[in-house]
């Protein structure tokens, strides 16, 4: 078991959900809305399930570190207040999660195959929904540009071994990532929302 590896994927799926969450409300259609907040919700439980494998108590390791000792991917900190850059980002990160979980399928731990493949079948719903905008905004200028702009923070969602595959899935060629260890500005802020609850309760608050 990589534990470094798995704490990176847990720590991505938990600031997406936290990130994706914030369309919540104001999302270009009720449609969204639902949709947008199933899809954060299914992430922080992902988070979740992984972080119990790497702990005995999961919230120490959600919200008890301090900013720098988290291990998510820069393109999932991002603080996306345009639908088209924000749906960019979905496609691509669900490219780059698939090639990942489809790997840890096949860990030696039983216990790591074993969740990979329950998340993987319920990562489903997302690719369809993320191929879903693809195909609506493939054609428009913001869309294509938004892709190009996220491309090297969405390298840097993978361990250099898988980036060629990401590189070969979407026809791109790889360039120099962004990668883990790097705080986008935006990350302090989200931290400190998202821990604020536990903080302010003296035996700190659970899941």
Known sequence: MNELLLLGLADDELILGWRDSEWTGIAPMLEEDVAFSSIAQNEIGH?????ELLADDADVLAFDRKPEEYRCAPLVELHLLDWGRTIARRCLYEVADEIRITALME???????????????EEAYHRM?????RERLADTPQFRSAVDELWRYALGVLPPKQREALAARLGREQVDAVERGTHDDAFAALHDEMTMVRRSAPAGAQW
């Not at 860990?107 to 079948?121: F, H, S, Y």
Request: hydrophobic content about 50%; aromatic content about 8%; cysteine-free.
């Open 129 to 133: 929904h993320a191929e879903m905008w």
């Open 47 to 51: 988070a979740r399930a992984v972080y």
């Open 107 to 121: 860990d030696d731990d039983a216990r790591v195959a074993g969740l990979a493949a329950k998340i993987n079948r």
